[in-house]
């Protein structure tokens, strides 16, 4: 199994970026994706997660402006950012868990993880 995550970058405040994340080699099905992020000193929290039959999971400080999405048949999901903020400033990591989560955005559901992608929002 590879996780190649991509897009991650600076931005100033009310700016917008879209992460990728290609999950190669993980045949389950029904399966779990989504992003988590980490800041210095921080918990790792779930973002927003989607599963094979499409429905998703927003934590709530992004709702509104975050949407995931995804290519099931390229097992691909997309992380798009709009009106970004300093405190969004993490690194971005992709994860999948086979079947449907029982609480999507709890990071101990997942098994496979990527390495994660920067995200760096400037005032």
């Known amino acids: 199994v590879d996780v190649v995550e991509s897009g991650g970058g600076s931005v100033q405040a009310g700016g917008s970026l879209r992460l990728s994340c290609t999950i190669s080699g993980y045949t389950y099905r029904p399966y779990s994706m989504g992003w988590f992020r980490q800041a210095p000193q921080k918990n790792r929290e779930g973002v927003a997660t989607i599963d094979s039959d499409g429905k998703t999971a927003y934590a709530d400080s992004v709702k509104g402006r975050f949407t995931i999405s995804q290519d099931s048949a390229e097992k691909t999901i997309y992380l798009r950012m709009n009106s970004l903020q300093p405190n969004d400033t993490a690194m971005y990591l992709c994860?999948?868990?086979?079947?449907?989560?029982?609480?999507?955005?709890?990071?101990?559901?997942?098994?496979?993880w990527g390495q994660g992608t920067q995200v760096t929002v400037s005032s």
């Open positions: 994860a999948a868990a086979e079947g449907y989560a029982l609480e999507p955005l709890r990071q101990n559901e997942y098994k496979t």
